[in-house]
């Protein structure tokens, strides 16, 4: 659970962990009930909604799922320090290294990564690419439901139908 604020070390209402229903999935939460961003359910080797293209260079990370489930961090040199912490301001996951020369904290992985990880950002009947711009792009027969927001790079409100739909007229479900 994230501190209040960086002067405030009381619980904050921002939180990460494991959720167990079903297969197993990291998540990250804005108050008790909100879900902010997730790492995708394990499958057997990591956390599908990860990004991993390279093996991490500093750390193992180790995830344990039997009668008990819980994920550790080993650092492969162990003369580094690392810490992870949940930024209350920014609403992110950081893990940073210290950094023997400067004498400060080096960020060294974040999450969410990318725009499209924060969960629900682009609204109902709408979906995500970071290769398109806008990012937030409304499903087949959809548009915007206030235009002049979009405008404004606000997309949390979704689309809306073009049209009512009408199951007589051949109107039913798309394949994507």
């Known amino acids: ?91 992110t996951t950081q893990r940073c290294i210290w950094g023997e020369n400067t004498q400060t904290w080096n960020l060294y992985s974040y999450m969410p990564r990318d725009f499209s990880d924060t969960y629900g950002r682009c609204g109902a009947y709408s979906y995500c690419d970071n290769t398109q711009l806008p990012p937030c792009q409304c499903l087949e027969g959809f548009q915007s439901r206030f235009p002049s927001k979009w405008s404004s790079m606000d997309w949390s409100q979704g689309c809306v139908r073009k049209r009512p739909l009408n199951c007589q007229q051949g109107d039913g479900f798309i394949q994507y």
């Open 1 to 91: 659970m994230a501190w209040k604020n960086s002067d405030d070390p009381s619980p904050g209402d921002f939180s990460w962990g494991i959720e167990l229903h079903g297969n197993p999935k990291l998540v990250m939460r804005k108050g008790w009930s909100q879900e902010y961003c997730m790492g995708g359910p394990y499958n057997g080797q990591r956390f599908s909604g990860t990004k991993v293209s390279r093996p991490n260079p500093v750390a193992v990370t180790i995830f344990v799922f039997n009668e008990e489930v819980y994920t550790s961090y080993s650092l492969k040199n162990k003369s580094l320090i690392s810490r992870v912490f949940l930024n209350q301001t920014d609403y």
